[in-house]
């Protein structure tokens, strides 16, 4: 930070820009969308077991075969057994058991049979017989020929004949078809390289003859296809290429291959010894190795022993190995399909290097890279070379076993990674590693702390670990008792589900939902951790009955209800949303939470400072309508529980600030219309005309329609299908509510609520092409009806409630008739309920013009609309909003849980820093500006703003810190760097406009920059009472778009027109940044104050005037001054109670032109349109100096910091505060419309008829105590 003071030759105060906050750029302020879908291709679909191992062992001991050479002496053991010691029969049984002890250690539970020397029948009978016995799970095949001749050219291997006189050759091609698929390979022996190329010609022969021998209109049985097509999917370890020989070194065993694969840690240890590569041990002779290699204490299984340890750092290290080097399917198949698999190719790791130094390169299908350079062998060096300098303290001496630093070290590399990784990078490579620690109880916590603070990192992160195999490592932790392992498998479960929430069948299935439970319950846990705890049961009850059932049954719905009332803010919005999840479509949970009253502990929050957690109770109450949507399962109980939620809904939340609140209301509200549909498509009736034609026109049948649908149910207050006309319901309230909606300033809520509006108006058109198939005459002829007009619907009980709910009005309907036809018109109707997000006056405008004819056949009757028994409610909603995907996407993104110092470096933090820095020198220089303004010692450039807009501009604002100037022109908003154009001369810009889509044309009355000390916004008011904020594109902010971006839309007014008075203005705004605050006044008895901060209303201010406000100001201690048609000037202080903070009232009989708050916070200064300036000290009720204006005033703009301002007569005069006349600038536009002054700098704009003139301070211009005037102009065209 003094580094970059030190660019500017100023010194640095920012304490002024630093301690404000910034508004509008929250999270849900950037969009509400859900995240882009991450791959989860972690999860392995075709997981195998290998459940048969075929052992074919052709030694023939004692008889070496004719095309093998032997030196002497030779390797000659196999499976570490000397077979020259016993006799041959007795050698080859050892060795054949001795393999299966070998193999058994790595897939124990697997059916072996071994055929030692055998013949062609004996592989068959054995490969046919594992084959039929393992079914569609993998059979192993183990050949070791190192007593027979090499493979041929024409894929053959050797076994014997019965009487071992003769090599018999068994084709390839029939030990594939014997085997089946799928099906794994070993080949020890000679040339085996040969082996693997004659199999995959095979295979592809197989598939050919397969296609052949299919026709094609009919498929070949299940089973004959899945082993044709899997053929070449079989898998194959050869020992050699196919012109290489095995190893003869008789340090070596002859089965070196084998050895490898099955007993890497002895291998491993031999070799390094035979290699002579310690550094740690001195004395490695053949000695040593006789005497303690076969000595190594522990067991393969157990890890705290030192052979347990080196097993488990060889499997860690092959696993990374494999993971940074082959592509990720490749790995998924071959390191996770299948147990024996993977310690097969991890195995097969080792044999590369081993026998890679004896000239011999073992094969695979399909095929690995080389891997045997890969530096992690460094570190299984360094691992085995630690250990062999203990082993002779340790079987001499009976010293403990010193752990390896292997892992801790490992994990040091893991977290240095993380201190300098991001997504560009490549991936960690400790995180197979990672991976292996959490098996040890000693560095799992550290390695839950570090993969936690990966998984941080982003959903590219998540499904990297899921991908490697974290999964069932993390499920398992999940019975551990330890406590402080909680918080950071909470947080790992939260970014796992957040990325994929398919992980909720496991958890289910694995109960690992009542840990979750437990954290949740745990009030000793921080909040923020039972907040996760709370997120990963929403997932895991989501759309999903097994899990619903489960968290229900473990009492979810009374454990949230209990801490929603006191939990921290995004606990309480994930235990809503949790609620909401679980009786989603589940009944039972839905009369779980009406015995504990959940839906009225749900209201509170619909008033919670905070618009997400507000969201979320909206969302939940909505699912808690939807959750019983079959009409024979419906009650009155419920109905009027579901009637009661919705109107708290609209009552509530209908006005809300937040257009995410809104939107969210909207789609609560379908199920209303869905539930009651006949209501609602009444209620169309009604507002359209229908209800009475048919009243004038047909009363008997009227009467006769509403009386089948009272007999279609079993009771008249079983589907509250009870007739509207004659009294005001709860659905027309409803009604009213998303009618209003349909003209909400936020487009995304207006074309919710459309699909609504149009929803009930296709369904009034269906019915209404029901009635006209029935025959019209048909109503002539029934008899008359029982006179029940006032109570034949009994629904003495459903008008009391109502009556409880709203303001009881008397609808005025209209219905037209013309020709025969039943049209369907626009209607006005009034009504007192004041639930809307408009005006109630609104209401009128919300039916569509739908016109539908129904041919009567007769012109003098109108047959009855027929009303259908409820419909089925759709399988998907009418409307859905993007919330829950939203909110899940924020817990898969980075959060700064981890993050333990605040970053000085970050681009982010000294991005601010440099805008605070020129903030700071911007208002040093305005100082001097406005000293030299009184002193007389400057004169002012031009710069001349054209527009070809029809209209005039109206409101110019300047950005107090940039060279951006906000010029209106009706309904537009225009934004341009005025710099620019004052010094380049006939160069137009190319500007982007501001205008609000499907406004009405509204004119914008007012425009407040926010936020212009940082990333600035720009908050336009509408003359309809609207209130928006946009992102402008602007020429300062590389990250800002290319077209304007609507942040947020309001209505901030409810009872403002346009045309209620000849002189109404509208609504004038003004904005306080450090509270946050919206300052809303105009055609209305109140001032009405928004907050940002929580997007709800404040507070009204009532005026208690008649007048409208023409214009807000507001000082830095956030007083604020309303001026009024009627010439009054009222003073609030917002501290006070709304009843009180009326503190002021200055009056005079003129209207006023311009009136501001200054920024010393003591005066008020006013100028009026009889000439007269009064100058005001707030503390006083009489002006403290008052004179007059030479000429007649039109227009006048008063500078709130600099003590001067200025007016047009006939020119433009720039006046002191005391009077004395300081400059005059002569327009050459005619009469200016309009005067602003720069917030901070002594600079002047006036808008004209078509353009927009800049008056600008020019210091540069002064000549010995006189002035010079420096004129630049340029025709900037919209």
């Known amino acids: 930070m003094i580094e970059l003071a030190d660019r500017f030759d100023f010194e640095i105060d920012l304490n002024n820009d630093n301690d404000l906050p910034v508004s509008f750029n929250k999270k849900r302020h950037e969009g509400i969308s859900s995240s882009s879908a991450v791959s989860k291709s972690w999860r392995i679909r075709d997981r195998m077991k290998t459940v048969s191992v075929a052992l074919v062992v052709c030694l023939n001991v004692g008889v070496d075969p004719p095309d093998v050479f032997k030196i002497t002496p030779c390797a000659r053991m196999e499976c570490w057994i000397d077979p020259t010691i016993v006799s041959p029969q007795k050698a080859i049984e050892m060795i054949g058991a001795s393999l299966q002890k070998q193999y058994e250690r790595w897939q124990p539970r697997a059916r072996y049979k071994s055929s030692l020397d055998p013949t062609v029948e004996d592989v068959k009978k054995l490969c046919t017989s594992l084959r039929r016995n393992a079914k569609e799970e993998r059979v192993l095949f183990h050949y070791n020929g190192h007593g027979v001749p090499r493979p041929t050219v024409n894929g053959e291997i050797w076994v014997f004949n019965r009487t071992y006189t003769q090599y018999i050759p068994l084709s390839i091609y029939d030990l594939q078809t014997w085997m089946g698929a799928p099906s794994i390979y070993v080949y020890d022996c000679s040339n085996a390289g040969i082996i693997v190329n004659s199999f995959n010609q095979f295979a592809e022969q197989h598939e050919r003859e397969m296609e052949q021998s299919t026709p094609p209109n009919r498929s070949s049985p299940a089973s004959s296809t899945s082993t044709a097509h899997t053929y070449k999917n079989c898998i194959q370890l050869a020992a050699c290429s196919p012109n290489q020989i095995l190893p003869m070194n008789p340090q070596l065993p002859a089965d070196l291959f084998t050895a490898c694969l099955t007993t890497p840690i002895k291998i491993s240890l031999k070799w390094f010894t035979i290699q002579q590569q310690s550094s740690l041990v001195p004395y490695i002779s053949q000695n040593f190795m006789e005497r303690y290699l076969d000595r190594i204490p522990g067991q393969l299984n157990d890890r705290r022993t030192m052979l347990g340890e080196l097993n488990w750092i060889f499997t860690a290290i092959t696993d990374t190995i494999a993971w940074n080097t082959l592509p990720r399917d490749l790995f998924q198949k071959l390191f996770r399909q299948d147990l024996l698999v993977a310690s097969l190719f991890r195995n097969f790791l080792l044999a590369e290097r081993i026998m890679r130094s004896y000239d011999c390169t073992p094969v695979s299908s399909p095929a690995l890279p080389n891997c045997f350079r890969h530096p992690m062998w460094s570190a299984w060096d360094l691992a085995v070379d630690l250990a062999l300098q203990q082993l002779p303290n340790i079987l001499e001496n009976g010293a403990q076993y010193q752990n390896s630093p292997f892992f801790e070290d490992q994990l040091t590399a893991f977290h240095v990674w993380l201190e300098q990784g991001n997504e560009e990078r490549s991936p960690p490579e400790q995180l197979p590693i990672v991976l292996q620690v959490l098996l040890s109880q000693v560095h799992r916590l550290r390695a839950l702390a570090l993969l936690g603070r990966f998984l941080d990192l982003g959903p590219w992160a998540v499904n990297l670990a899921l991908s490697v195999g974290i999964f069932p490592y993390v499920l398992k932790l999940l019975q551990a008792s ?328 008397t609808p005025t309907r209209t219905g037209t008739r013309k020709n025969s036809k039943i049209q369907i018109n626009e209607v006005t109707e009034s009504t007192g309920a004041t639930v809307s997000a408009h005006s109630s006056s609104d209401v009128s405008d919300g039916s569509a013009n739908v016109t539908r004819s129904v041919d009567d056949g007769q012109a003098s009757s109108v047959h009855p609309i027929k009303f259908n028994e409820p419909p089925d409610p759709p399988q998907k909603p009418i409307v859905h909003t993007n919330f829950i995907p939203w909110a899940v996407s924020l817990f898969s993104s980075p959060s700064n849980m981890f993050k333990e110092t605040f970053d000085r470096h970050a681009p982010i933090y000294l991005d601010k820093m440099r805008r605070f820095q020129r903030n700071e020198k911007i208002r040093k220089t305005a100082k001097d500006e406005q000293r030299h303004a009184i002193f007389k010692t400057f004169e002012l450039t031009t710069a001349n703003i054209r527009s070809r807009s029809p209209m005039s501009p109206t409101v110019v604002r300047f950005h107090p810190y940039n060279s951006e100037i906000c010029v209106v022109d009706g309904a537009t908003i225009w934004t341009t760097n005025w710099k620019y154009h004052c010094y380049k001369i006939d160069v137009p810009i190319q500007t982007v406009p501001i205008r609000a889509s499907g406004a009405n044309n509204a004119l914008v009355n007012s425009v407040e920059f926010i936020n212009p000390q940082f990333h600035s916004l720009l908050l336009a008011g509408y003359e309809d009472g609207c209130v928006r904020v946009w992102q402008h594109a602007s020429q300062f902010e590389t990250d800002y778009p290319t077209q304007p971006r609507l942040v947020t839309a309001f209505q901030a007014l409810f009872d403002v027109t346009s045309n209620k008075k000849e002189h109404a203005r509208g609504i004038a705004t003004c904005w306080q940044q450090r509270s946050q605050t919206v300052v809303v006044g105009g055609d209305s008895k109140s001032i009405r104050l928004w907050d940002a901060e929580s997007e709800m209303k404040k507070c009204d201010i009532p005026t208690g005037l008649n007048s409208c406000v023409s214009t807000l100001t507001t000082a830095p201690n956030e007083l604020i001054a309303a001026s009024f048609d009627n010439g009054i000037v009222l003073l609030f202080d917002k501290r006070c109670p709304p009843a009180e903070a009326r503190v002021k009232a200055y009056n005079e009989p003129s209207p006023i032109l311009a009136a501001c708050l200054r920024d010393d916070c003591e005066s008020l200064i006013v100028g009026y349109s009889n000439k007269n300036v009064r100058l005001f000290d707030i503390r006083q009720s009489t002006p403290l100096a008052s004179w007059a204006v030479e000429g007649d005033v039109t227009s006048m703009a008063i500078h709130s910091s600099a003590d001067f301002l200025a007016c047009y007569t006939n020119d433009i005069y720039m006046y002191g505060l005391d009077g004395h006349l300081l400059n005059s600038l002569k327009p050459s536009g005619g009469r200016p419309q309009h005067l602003a002054f720069h917030p901070l700098r002594a600079m002047l704009a006036a808008s004209f008829r078509d353009h927009v003139l800049i008056y600008q301070s020019n210091d540069k211009c002064q000549t010995n105590g006189g002035a010079s005037l420096a004129t630049y102009s340029s025709r900037i065209f919209f």
């Open 482 to 809: 330890a406590k402080e392992l909680r918080p950071l498998l909470v947080f790992i479960w939260a970014k796992i589900l957040a990325v994929d929430n398919t992980c909720q069948v496991d958890l289910v299935c694995d109960q690992g939902h009542k840990y979750f439970l437990s954290v949740l319950q745990d009030h000793s846990i921080k909040s923020e951790f039972r907040t996760l705890s709370a997120f990963v049961l929403a997932s895991i009850v989501h759309n999903f009955p097994l899990g619903q059932a489960n968290a229900l049954q473990g009492s979810l719905v009374s454990m949230s209800l209990v801490q929603i009332a006191d939990g921290s803010t995004l606990l309480r919005q994930w235990l809503a949303i949790c609620l909401g999840h679980l009786w989603q479509n589940y009944d039972k949970a839905r009369w779980s939470g009406v015995r504990d009253l959940a839906h009225e502990k749900l209201f509170p929050l619909l008033e919670y400072p905070e618009p997400e957690v507000r969201t979320a109770a909206v969302y939940a109450l909505g699912t808690f309508i939807s959750s019983v949507t079959e009409h024979k399962d419906r009650t009155e109980h419920a109905n009027n529980i579901d009637r009661s939620i919705a109107m708290t809904l609209i009552n509530v939340t209908g006005n809300d600030m937040s257009p995410l609140v809104r939107m969210e209301l909207v789609a609560a509200l379908q199920w209303m219309v869905i539930l009651f549909e006949n209501q609602f498509v009444s209620l169309y009736h009604e507002q359209s005309g229908y209800a009475k034609q048919l009243s004038h026109h047909h009363t008997h049948s009227l009467e006769r329609m509403n009386m089948k649908r009272v007999s279609s149910t079993s009771s008249i207050s079983g589907n509250s299908n009870y007739n509207i006309v004659g009294f005001i319901s709860p659905y027309k309230t409803l009604w009213q509510g998303i009618t209003s909606l349909r003209r909400d300033p936020y487009p995304d809520v207006a074309e919710m609520a459309e699909k609504l509006y149009e929803f009930v108006a296709s369904r009034s058109i269906d019915s209404a092409k029901e009635a006209s198939k029935e025959n019209f005459g048909s109503s002539l002829s029934l008899p008359p009806s029982p006179n029940t007009r006032t109570g034949y619907l009994n629904c003495g009980n459903v008008v009391a409630s109502a009556s409880r709910m709203v303001r009881s009005t």
